[in-house]
């Protein structure tokens, strides 16, 4: 289940369970939208995005989901391994703006 | 292909002393980003170079904060004078272009403590 831990809500899991990590991002003009994943002590690193004019778009072991109605983004991991424990980001941009990166979630998985 | 590389790793100051961080970008990525990620949270965008052009600086600190990419290459980032609250992991970034759907390769960040 969820918990809130160190300033980042945690999802636990147990491998080869499947994950969702669920994201509400503030701009309903936002038009793009990207997963994140960070490892310790490294750089962000992109998993899968989506553009606004899709509600669903597949990539190997993950799925996005995209729900423009109540602003609100989920990331689906199949089979999930402890190689997937990490914080994911979302991350949205509106036109040409920047990225704006939403809050963190610890993904723990345990053998 | 060599990834974005970031110097130092690691950084601890006293407050009000300077400090920078270095950036060398992914070859033939024209756009350079900095960012700051406070221990928790995402990164938020400092600053953004189109080649040695700044495209978005509106998030700066400017009265402390400094950066530049002079031959439009590898980009440093200064602090000067540090605050307590600029602790935080410095992360650089780059792109081939500035376009909406380029993706994005951050560097491993430099951890700034500011004691």
């Known amino acids: 289940g969820e918990s809130v831990g160190l300033h980042l809500p945690t999802l636990s899991v147990q491998e080869g369970d499947n994950s969702i990590i669920n994201c509400a991002y503030s701009?309903?003009?936002?038009?793009?939208f990207i997963w994140y994943k960070q490892e310790s002590g490294k750089g962000p690193q992109f998993i899968i995005d989506?553009?606004?004019?899709?509600d669903k778009r597949q990539g190997q072991r993950v799925t996005v989901l995209l729900n423009k109605t109540v602003k609100h983004l989920s990331l689906q991991i199949a089979a999930t391994q402890p190689g997937d424990s990490a914080v994911y980001f979302c991350?949205?941009?509106?036109?040409?703006?920047?990225?704006?990166f939403g809050k963190g979630t610890m993904l723990l998985v345990s053998p | 292909e060599a990834g974005v590389a970031q110097s130092p790793r690691y950084k601890i100051i006293e407050k009000r002393q300077s400090v920078a961080f270095w950036c060398n970008p992914i070859?033939?990525?024209?756009?350079l980003y900095w960012y700051q990620q406070i221990l928790g949270q995402g990164p938020k965008l400092l600053i953004q170079?189109?080649?040695?052009?700044?495209?978005?600086d509106s998030q700066l600190p400017k009265d402390r904060f400094s950066a530049e990419r002079l031959k439009g290459v590898d980009s440093t980032l200064k602090i000067q004078p540090a605050k307590l609250e600029d602790s935080a992991v410095y992360l650089c970034?780059?792109?081939?272009?500035?376009?909406?759907?380029?993706?994005?390769?951050f560097g491993p960040g430099t951890r700034l403590t500011v004691l």
């Open positions: 970034a780059s792109s081939l272009g500035g376009s909406t759907y380029n993706e994005q390769f």
């Open positions: 989506i553009r606004s004019n899709m």
């Open positions: 991350a949205e941009r509106w036109g040409y703006s920047t990225l704006t």
């Open positions: 170079f189109q080649n040695n052009g700044v495209v978005d």
């Open positions: 070859s033939g990525h024209a756009t």
């Open positions: 701009n309903s003009a936002s038009d793009y």
